[in-house]
């Protein structure tokens, strides 16, 4: 089993940093990397959060607890670039659900529509579509239809 102190070093020397470089990209002071990674000192919970967040993996990973790099708000993401639909979807039925809706329903679907991965994946999909031709008209068309309501 790897030891955070082992993930660290192997997260630093991927990207080619060095200890204090990583120290101060993060805020620590100049010889905590080297503490951390030497086992001298341990990371606070908060100082973990922080090595994660600036690798982008999870923290069971950075600890060494297991060796998926995935963090759980991207779990979904990596699906959902993978996934190429074959038709439109139809559009979704909420509001027929939210009188049943149990409290905590929907908990996933929040998650997976607020991840900031899906709002990247969603943007770059709708700059592209309005830079291409088909986009232009039917932009225009709706801008049409809405100065000919005024």
């Known amino acids: 089993m790897v030891s955070l102190a082992q993930r660290m070093e192997q997260l630093r020397t991927e990207r080619n940093l060095s200890r204090p470089a990583l120290a101060a ?10 503490k951390f990674e030497t086992g001298r000192q341990t990371p606070t919970q908060d100082q973990q959060k922080k090595i994660a967040d600036y690798f982008g993996v999870s923290l069971p990973y950075l600890r060494g607890e297991n060796d998926d790099p995935t963090r759980m708000d991207d779990w979904m993401d990596g699906a959902l670039l993978d996934v190429t639909p074959a038709a439109p979807a139809p559009a979704p039925r909420r509001e027929a659900r939210a009188a049943e809706a149990e409290p905590g329903e929907g908990a996933v679907f929040d998650a997976f529509i607020n991840s900031k991965k899906f709002r990247e994946v969603l943007r770059a999909a709708v700059l592209e579509t309005l830079q291409s031709p088909e986009g232009q008209e039917l932009l225009g068309k709706a801008i049409r239809r809405e100065l000919n309501k005024m």
């Not at 990209?25 to 080297?34: Q, S």
């Open 25 to 34: 990209a993060l805020g620590f002071p100049r010889m905590a990397v080297e």
